[in-house]
């Protein structure tokens, strides 16, 4: 049975039978090429304003995309996923140079929280929850943690799950790498337009980095979930993803659990294995067997 299939049994048994069911992209590639000329589109199963949180999962998810991408290529995997699993979910872009621009993150990572600042208020006047759940891809994974930090959201915070998040910085040739092989893959190559301002605040030993880890990179009440893959080629070495140790924060290596993964850092956020850490560190109480097939870099599994 292929990984889309074990993870769409669970998906529907977790449903009422009325519910819609959404297909779940595993394959990076196809999902970033299909979203990229959509950035003010919300991916399948996402930003249904009419969603009310149920006892099962009582929080909203809301996902932060990462630098260079936006809402919809970057999150055609997990929110269908995380519908199906019964959860109301919402995505948002930010730090663009324009609301129509398919190319976001790139602004202030301080400006960027202060957009999810908003949006998670948001998202909890339309559901009526107290909190809600984050889960990130790479900046999206880090920046949260500004919020959380400096911008209110310690009391408004039940979660973050990161992929790959930029926690410890990179190096400015894993920037480059990561805005290669976007554009690589964006129709037309010409990715690389118009100056970064979050590329310079994720590099190592950044003043901006510096400043948020500074005094401890966690707050107590919010449990934190890490999960990167030793293939990583943008935040290196890949272990810089990892928050310290802390009765709060648990960290994952996706080779640990299958060494046939080689997700890398683009992948991650599609990738089985990662996608049910996500849904297993947003329900722990219900655990999600973790698949283990073959997936590569990019394109994502062989089979399924």
Excluded at 167 to 185: F, H, M, Q, R, V
Excluded at 218 to 240: A, F, H
């Amino acid at each position: 049975m292929t990984t889309a299939a074990v993870i769409g049994i669970a998906a529907l048994a977790a449903q009422p039978a009325a519910a819609a069911w959404y297909p779940v992209n595993f394959h990076f590639a196809t999902g970033f090429t299909a979203g990229f000329f959509f950035p003010g589109s919300a991916p399948a199963g996402a930003n249904d304003w009419s969603c009310r949180p149920s006892a099962a999962h009582p929080e909203p998810v809301v996902l932060v995309h990462g630098t260079l991408e936006n809402q919809n290529d970057n999150w055609g995997g997990a929110a269908p996923l995380l519908a199906d699993n019964g959860y109301c979910v919402y995505t948002f872009d930010y730090g663009g140079p324009s609301a129509s621009s398919p190319v976001q993150g790139v602004d202030s990572i301080e400006g960027g929280a202060a957009v999810l600042a908003s949006f998670v208020d948001q998202v909890r006047a339309a559901t009526g929850a107290a909190k809600v759940d984050l889960v990130g891809h790479s900046q999206g994974g880090m920046m949260p943690r500004y919020y959380i930090k400096n911008l209110g959201g310690a009391g408004k915070v039940a979660k973050l799950v990161a992929l790959s998040p930029s926690n410890n910085g990179t190096t400015l040739d894993g920037i480059t790498e990561l805005a290669s092989k976007l554009g690589a893959l964006e129709p037309g190559n010409a990715f690389l337009s118009g100056p970064c301002d979050a590329c310079v605040e994720q590099e190592v030993g950044s003043p901006f980095l510096t400043a948020l880890n500074a005094g401890g990179e966690t707050v107590p009440g919010i449990d934190y979930t890490v999960v990167s893959t030793e293939d990583d080629e943008v935040v290196t070495p890949y272990t810089n993803a990892f928050l310290p140790a802390a009765p709060n924060v648990t960290n994952i290596t996706v080779q640990d659990q299958c060494a046939l993964d080689q997700s890398d850092h683009l992948e991650i956020a599609y990738d089985p294995v990662a996608l049910t850490d996500m849904l297993n560190a947003l329900d722990p109480a219900h655990p999600q067997p973790i698949p283990c097939q073959i997936v590569l870099p990019v394109t994502g599994p062989v089979i399924g």
